[in-house]
Structure formats: C-alpha cells, structure tokens
C-alpha cells in the first residue's frame, strides 16, 4: 500500500488524512487496515510511534461509517482498552482527528484521576467509541453507568504494559462482559507467554502483524551504559567518540538548547558535528541531513522529535546524551542503528537524575543493560536507584531494580486508573486527563577532566520473569 486511497475507507476520512498531512500508510497501517476491514481479529505487535494508532481507527471509523446506526443508551460500540490515561487521551484525540468530517459520532474517556460524573453523562446516551482505562471502566460498569454487551469491536493497546500495571485481572473481567461475536485488536510491543495466553482467551482466529519487533531490533544492538557526573557527559562524549570506531554517530539530546550546546562542545574540540531540532528551518535541517546521508556530517546531534524523520542506513553508533524519560523513546532511538540487518552500538550516559528512566527502560524492553560506573570506576550496585528512588517507591535493592515480572505496577495497584508513564502528549484536544510531564532539565554544565572510556561487552541477559 504506498496511498491511504488504496484502502478503500470513506471519503470524509481520506479527507481527514490529508488534513493531517498523511500521505503514506506506515508499514503496520499497511500491514493491519485492511485485516480489520474484512472484521477479521488482528494481534499487531508494534510499538506507540509506529502509527499503530490510526491502524486500528481508521478501519474502525470505516466501519462506524458503513454501518451507521444509533449506540443504545449507556453502551458504546468501540471500546478502546489502554492501560494509562494520557495513552488514552491520545487515542481518543486520534479518533476525534481522523473523524471530525463524520457525523454523528461520540468518543468518550473513562480514566481515572479525574471525577467520575462527566463521564457517566457523557456515556448516558450511548457513544460510538469510549476509550478507557480498565480500572475506570470497571468502576463505570459497577455505578451501572455502562453496559459492555453492544461492543462490537475491542481494542486492547499495550497489553504488555497492562500487564506490567497489574490489569490483567480487570481485563478479564471486562473480556467476559463483551460478547462473543465481536472483532478484537490486540496489540503490544512484545509478546511474552502470560501475554501470549491472554491474547489466546480473547481472539478467534487472528491474524499476525509485527512491525520491527522490538525484541529482535534491540537484540541487535550493543547497549552499553555509562554512569556518570552530568557535567562530565561533554568530556564523556569526546572520549567516546576518540575510543570507539564510529561511522555514523547520532547523538540525542532531551532540549533544542542541550543539543546546540553539545555541537558547541564538539566543535571546539575538532569535531565536526551539527544539531538537527525544531528551531532550524527546513533548508538546514535539509542540508544537515543530506552531509549526514552521504557522509561529509560523521555526527548528528538531535532531538527526539527532530529525529523522526531521520532515515538513515550506516549509523553505528546512538548515544543517548541524556536518558529519555519515555521509554518508548530510547528505542526509538537506539532503533537508529541497526537498520536494515546491521548490527549497531548505543551508548547511553547516565546520571543520578536519570537513574528512574533507565530504570523504567530496562523494564519495558526486559534488558539489563550492562553498564560501568564512571564517577567511581566500580560496577553500580544499588546505590544510583537507591539514590534516585521516590519514597513511594519499593526499594528493589539493585540498580535500575529490573525484575521483569509486574515491576511496572509501582504503586502496588493503587494507580490503576491514572498511572502516568510519561507519555508524550501529541496535541491534546482538552481530554481533561493528561497532566504535565515533567522533564528533566539537559544541562551540560563544565566539563570535568576523565579517565579513558572502557566498555563492558554486550550480555543483553534478561532478567528472570
Ligand atoms: P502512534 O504510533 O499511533 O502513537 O503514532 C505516532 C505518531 O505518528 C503520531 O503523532 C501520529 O499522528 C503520526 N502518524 C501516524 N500515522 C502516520 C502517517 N501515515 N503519516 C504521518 N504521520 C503519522
């Protein structure tokens, strides 16, 4: 499929796509609409920044679209299931996008983290498409503010992450209120057993679709991590770049500013190195791109939205400058390298700010990344966690506390409804549940004088489940 035309949907929604600027389907929209338009069930396997999004909506907006009729009084048609609130804040704004040209047409949220009472009026007429959090959802079905047996569709997203979050349960109590004769959508980024037997329980014969599955890409790189002072990570930067035999090194930034200070200190230490970032026009970013292409550029330092765009075979190296505070966005990033079946190396610099979001990485893609500690020389026990921990948090006496099994769930359940992963926030249309992110600051500060850079090989050893 190289056009949203090929894939037969209606007209106000190919009208709303070009609104949004989409003119090519992305391999998991190519791979999933046309599934989910013949009614079949689909697992995808594909991460948030795939465009798994609006690979299930849009086929399930056609399917609003062709088969119209009135939802019955607390009932919804749609039932989106994701497992936190901005998550859902952002597939409900997804649905009200590509459908604003369709009428009539009512999505609701039910999150929690907000009061209730909105959001049994705004299900007391029967929505199209309600979008929820399992735990709210619940709650809504209790109040008897909704019934489930009209769904006629099911979207499961990131059930991976539900399980991590201790929802399996409320799913299944959810699946057993839908009935049976329904299409479901199932999507994670990684399918282990305990999510492989859910999807089992809830699917009729699907069909298969994986976009880079995540596991094998991350499998291919070498991932390194260096715990540091931040205001050693420019002379950690130069010393890595010295030591390590480079190609195509990407470097990322968490600010526009971090970025253009990291170019600086390159320069000055005889490298060539640009900056890609929102606040370069089109002409530059352009011309950046296209030395780093063809290889007159050996270092790119961006932003995680400026490197959207970037498609760029060769890249050897991804250094994380700073840790993203999303996980999905390291492996984004580190997915820089090893494109098209080369193997690739990341590195990523680690201070006792970030110690929580290399935390929350190593959970999500179920990897210790072997690391070296270059404020003492010493391999990290528990300190840098221990260190960093929030007091709610449960003292897992290790480093990055990575044990794989129902981690994610921090709170001991207590924030099923509005556990906040630090989701970025794509244009919130008011949903009333997302709350700031906060951000760490990138500040290189002075750079301090330190010793050679020495590397651990590559374990990627799993953590026990
Ligand atoms: P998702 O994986 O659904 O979170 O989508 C990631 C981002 O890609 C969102 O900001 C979408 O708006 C955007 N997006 C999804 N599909 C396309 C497309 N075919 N062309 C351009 N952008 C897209």
Do not use: W
């Not at 049976?180 to 305990?194: I, V, W």
């Not at 069909?207 to 991350?218: D, I, K």
């Not at 709170?411 to 249309?429: E, T, V």
């Amino acid at each position: 499929m190289t056009s949203f035309n090929d894939f037969g949907l209606a007209e106000p929604i190919l009208r709303a796509l070009v609104e949004e600027n989409y003119t090519t389907p992305t391999p998991i929209q190519a791979q999933t609409v046309p599934i989910v338009l013949t009614g079949r069930d689909v697992i995808g396997i594909a991460q948030t920044g795939t465009g798994k999004t609006a690979a299930f909506a849009l086929p399930i907006l056609n399917h609003l679209y062709t088969k119209r009729m009135r939802p019955e009084r607390k009932s919804c048609r749609v039932l989106v299931l994701s497992p936190t609130r901005e998550l859902s804040g952002q597939i409900a704004d997804s649905f009200r996008a590509y459908g604003r040209h369709m009428r009539p047409l009512a999505i609701e949220l039910a999150i929690g983290g907000v009061p209730i009472n909105r959001q049994i009026r705004g299900v007391a007429h029967g929505v199209e498409v309600l979008v929820a959090t399992p735990g709210r959802l619940l709650d809504l079905v209790h109040q008897r503010a909704i019934t489930l047996n009209q769904v006629e569709i099911l979207v499961l997203d990131e059930a991976d992450r539900m399980l991590d979050m201790g929802f399996i349960n409320d799913i299944r109590k959810v699946v057993a209120m839908l009935r049976k004769e329904r299409q479901t959508l199932f999507f994670s980024a990684t399918m282990p057993g305990e999510i492989t037997k859910l999807a089992d329980s809830m699917l009729t014969n699907p069909e298969r679709v994986a976009v880079t599955p995540q596991a094998s890409t991350v499998d291919r790189i070498a991932q390194r991590v260096i715990l540091t002072e931040k205001s050693a990570k420019n002379d950690l930067l130069v010393e890595t770049l010295k030591t390590e035999t480079t190609d195509r090194v990407l470097v990322f930034t968490r600010t526009k500013h971090g970025a253009d200070k990291v170019v600086r200190h390159l320069q000055k230490s005889g490298f060539g190195a640009e900056a890609i970032h929102g606040n370069k026009s089109q002409n530059q970013r352009e011309r950046v791109l296209a030395d780093f292409r063809n290889g007159k550029l050996r270092i790119l330092v961006a932003t995680d939205i400026a490197a959207r765009g970037i498609d760029v075979d060769g890249v050897s190296h991804v250094v994380n400058y700073d840790l993203p505070n999303i996980p999905e966005s390291y492996v984004h990033r580190i997915g820089r390298t090893a494109r098209a079946g080369a193997d690739g190396i990341a590195i990523s610099f680690c201070d006792h700010e970030e110690a929580a979001f290399l935390r929350d990485i190593q959970r999500m893609i179920r990897i210790t990344i072997p690391s070296i500690d270059k404020r003492t020389g010493i391999r990290p026990a528990a300190r840098p966690a221990d260190h960093h921990q929030a007091s709610n948090r449960p003292n897992r006496g290790r480093f990055a506390g990575n044990n794989g099994s129902n981690g994610g769930n921090r709170n001991g359940g207590g924030n099923r409804n509005g556990g906040n992963q630090g989701r970025p926030n794509r244009g919130s249309q008011g949903h009333g549940g997302n709350q700031p992110i906060p951000r760490a600051e990138a500040s290189p500060g002075e750079p301090n004088s330190i010793g050679s850079v020495s590397f651990l090989q590559r374990t990627g050893s799993r953590p026990q489940r």
